[in-house]
């Protein structure tokens, strides 16, 4: 072996450094670019999300009832909402009881994620202003429990009159969210009080075997479809019944409604843990992971809670698909596709069982709301899990599709969920621009 003399080591411990103090150069310059990289996408992103909001608050929330419409049909301001029914439509339940494609569909699941968007905001006024639509909704009809869809601006009382578990969820999620919040008033808070017992004392009486554990109509008349049951319902619905419970449990801390609670919450969690092997939309998995993260936070019992954490973590990855469905389906989508209105329309769908007729709404119009929304939806739902975290699929196509999605020219609402996953992700400290 060669034995290296004192006056061969200098040179190449020189040379050795050289090349260590090269390496360290050449590292800091790429992360520096990195954060340049970084600094510049995130600046633009946010420049896009302010816009977003902006048209958000200015052409879909309406200020004279504080309710959030499905869509607009023109983009002139004053014509926007032409399409949405006259108060003669809605008595005659024309097209469907539920008001589906009219644009009065979704007030209460749109107005739960955007309570919770202000709220992470920390923007007290706004907050405000949805939980008072919310509190519309769930007074109008003058029956206590019942949860309206959303209420005419023509005459702002006429509503349809059969609701949804998916209504009643973000509608009892948001009040419960904003009732624990810094910003809800003494006077609020008892007005919640009575708004989630009023829920919880409508499901006792009514959602029972004998009525097929379905929710009735504000008429209390029939058909009613499928998406009014709460009980022996589909794994993503199952904890659906025991959270309206649990909510009024946790603002009125009457053991009646935990104890009701517990009938069902084991029982759900067991049933939670089937999902299958499909897909599944991000809408009905966002009000599972709402649901599951209510029992969580208010059930006492460590087992429960456990149970429902690991039914959160199982959800999870079925967003992944979604994300990749959005990003192939964001190259075929005309983001500035126009919404008819509903009347126009002559291909429906007749719901098995209640026969409810639906309008559907036009392809490229569908794919476009899908498309936004459910990348919004995929970033929340990373972002509500107790241990947030957003991979890197579903940043890269949250800042895909919101770099191609123009908020001015957009119809539908869904821009709504792109900018409530980024103020969460800001409130939580998670860089949506970093690669």
């Known amino acids: ?68 419409y499905d869509y607009r049909t023109s983009l002139e301001h004053e014509h926007r909402f032409d399409h949405l029914p006259t108060p003669d439509e809605i008595s005659h339940c024309i097209p469907n009881p539920c008001g589906w494609t009219t644009g009065m569909e979704d007030a209460m699941i749109n107005g739960g994620v955007a309570l919770d968007m202000y709220l992470d905001l920390g923007d007290a ?31 702002g009382v006429s509503f349809y009159p059969e609701s949804s578990r998916d209504q009643y969820t973000h509608y009892v999620y948001g009040l419960w969210s904003y009732f624990r919040s810094p910003f809800a008033t003494a006077e609020e808070k008892l007005e919640i ?16 075997e004998e009525n097929d554990w379905t929710l009735p109509r504000a008429d209390f008349g029939s058909p009613r479809s499928s998406v009014c049951k709460l009980w022996h319902v589909n794994p993503h619905e199952a904890a659906r019944l025991p ?83 959005a990003g192939t389906d964001s190259y075929l989508v005309d983001f500035q596709a126009k919404m008819t209105d509903w009347r126009d329309i002559f291909n429906c769908t007749v719901m098995h069982g209640c026969r409810h007729v639906i309008p559907c709404y036009p392809e490229d119009y569908s794919l476009a709301a899908r498309t936004v929304r459910e990348t919004g939806e995929a970033v929340l739902c990373s972002l509500l899990q107790l241990k947030p975290e957003v991979n890197s699929l579903r940043r890269r196509v949250y800042r895909f599709v919101l770099d191609k999605f123009e908020p001015e020219t957009y119809m539908p609402y869904g821009g709504l969920y792109l900018i409530a996953a980024w103020y969460k992700a800001k409130k939580l400290g998670i860089d949506l621009a970093a690669c």
């Open 125 to 155: 006024a706004w907050a405000r202003k949805i939980y008072r639509g919310l509190k519309r909704c769930g007074t109008v009809s003058g029956v206590p429990g019942f949860v309206a869809r959303s209420v005419s601006p023509r005459d």
């Open 193 to 208: 009080t009575g708004l989630l017992v009023d829920v919880a004392r409508f499901c006792e009486t009514y959602v029972t």
């Open 1 to 68: 072996m060669k034995r290296i003399c004192h006056g061969e080591v200098l040179p190449r411990l020189r040379i050795f450094t050289m090349i260590a103090l090269l390496v360290v150069i050449a590292i800091r310059g790429v992360i520096k670019s990195n954060r340049r990289l970084g600094f510049v996408m995130d600046e633009k992103m946010s420049e896009k999300i302010l816009r977003a909001r902006k048209v958000f608050e200015q052409e879909y929330f309406l200020e004279k009832l504080n309710l959030i």
């Open 243 to 325: 959270m309206f419970y649990a909510a009024a449990y946790a603002v009125s801390d009457d053991i009646h409604w935990l104890d009701c609670c517990r009938k069902y919450a084991g029982p759900a969690a067991a049933e939670s843990m089937n999902l299958r092997p499909k897909s599944y939309h991000s809408f009905a998995l966002m009000q599972m992971l709402c649901s599951c993260r209510l029992l969580h936070e208010v059930l006492p019992e460590p087992a429960l809670k456990a149970q429902y954490s690991e039914v959160m973590k199982r959800i999870d990855p079925y967003f992944d698909f979604n994300v990749c469905r």
